[in-house]
């Protein structure tokens, strides 16, 4: 994604990449992968109370992904099987899933906050895998001074910081 600021040599990235070196990268609360799931299935028969309740819910997946046998494995849960469940190629496919009762996902904070906030999906599990990628606010160093990308850095960090604040509410 690149967002145009003014003349064309003022161009700023917000990719979602591996970068050894960034100008500034958006904190790491954007890089957890907690568990979001339909608010439904946090009540009834088979309410997830605890991660073993796992092998009742379908888990949705995005690619060919391992993070669901990380997480199980660093929730010390073995029987459940982390490859079955449905598969999307997209992660707001999956989010859209879990809000639809399909099952559970395991999601960015930075993709589900707006679903988390309206209620239409719940965090059940504190447990969240720090991902090896996040996003980063790239430019060249040699632009990145002047105030209209100073004020839009600030910006984009601002709105970060109080969705961050809101979901801890």
Known sequence: MCAALGAARSRVEVPQARVPQPVLQIPERFGAHPPAEFADLARGRHALRAPADLKHHALLRVDDRRDWGKWLAEAGI???DPARGLVFNQAH?????????????????????????????????????????????????????PPKICAF??????????ESLRLRR
Do not use: N
């Open 78 to 80: 073995a029987d459940v």
């Open 93 to 145: 496919l999956a989010i859209d899933a879990a809000v639809g009762g399909q099952g559970v996902a395991l999601a960015r904070t930075a993709l589900a906050t707006w679903d988390l906030l309206a209620g239409r999906l719940v965090r059940p599990f504190a447990l969240a895998l720090k991902v090896p990628y996040a996003y980063w606010i790239v430019c060249p160093k040699t632009t990145s001074g």
């Open 153 to 162: 850095r600030d910006w984009l960090l601002a709105e970060a910081a109080e």
